[in-house]
């Protein structure tokens, strides 16, 4: 049957994929038919189907990756405001690793840092150990 309906023009060949896939309702065959049919778009939103999943999975994952970026970005934003507002200059392969950072770990670390830093490279530099002594 799956044969059959790849002679259709794209489209048309997704829908009835789908309507296939609706009419198998919750049986093993619609598993099966599921996994040969990855990769084609939904024509039955909130029937559950794969091409519906796979859709909101996408869209919740783009979200998700979206969400972290703003945040990155806006910690990097914050970061050098503060380097800005301490009058630490910060060169442009320092301003590029710090906007160009996405770990949001890293970024609240190197915040935190640029609180008390007296030179932009005291960002990326370990503080030593409480009660270390240095020889």
């Known amino acids: 049957m799956a ?4 002679s259709f023009d ?3 060949t997704a829908y009835w994929f789908e309507v296939v ?9 619609r598993e099966k038919w599921k996994t040969l ?3 084609y778009t ?3 939103p909130g029937h559950g189907t794969l091409f519906e999943e796979t859709y909101l999975e996408g869209k919740a994952e783009g979200k998700t990756e979206g969400e972290a970026k703003g945040k990155a970005e806006d910690r990097a934003a914050l970061i050098l ?3 800005d507002k301490h009058a630490i200059h910060a060169p442009a392969d320092t301003r590029e690793r710090i906007t160009s950072c996405t770990d949001l770990d890293t970024l609240t670390l190197w915040f935190d840092r640029a609180l008390t830093a007296t030179k932009a490279e005291d960002l990326f530099t370990e503080a030593p150990a409480v009660g270390s002594v240095e020889t």
């Open 42 to 44: 939904t024509h039955f």
């Open 21 to 29: 896939e609706v009419g198998l309702e919750n049986t093993p065959t």
């Open 81 to 83: 405001r503060v380097l």
């Open 37 to 39: 049919m990855k990769g």
């Open 10 to 12: 794209p489209p048309t």
């Open 3 to 6: 044969r059959g309906l790849l």
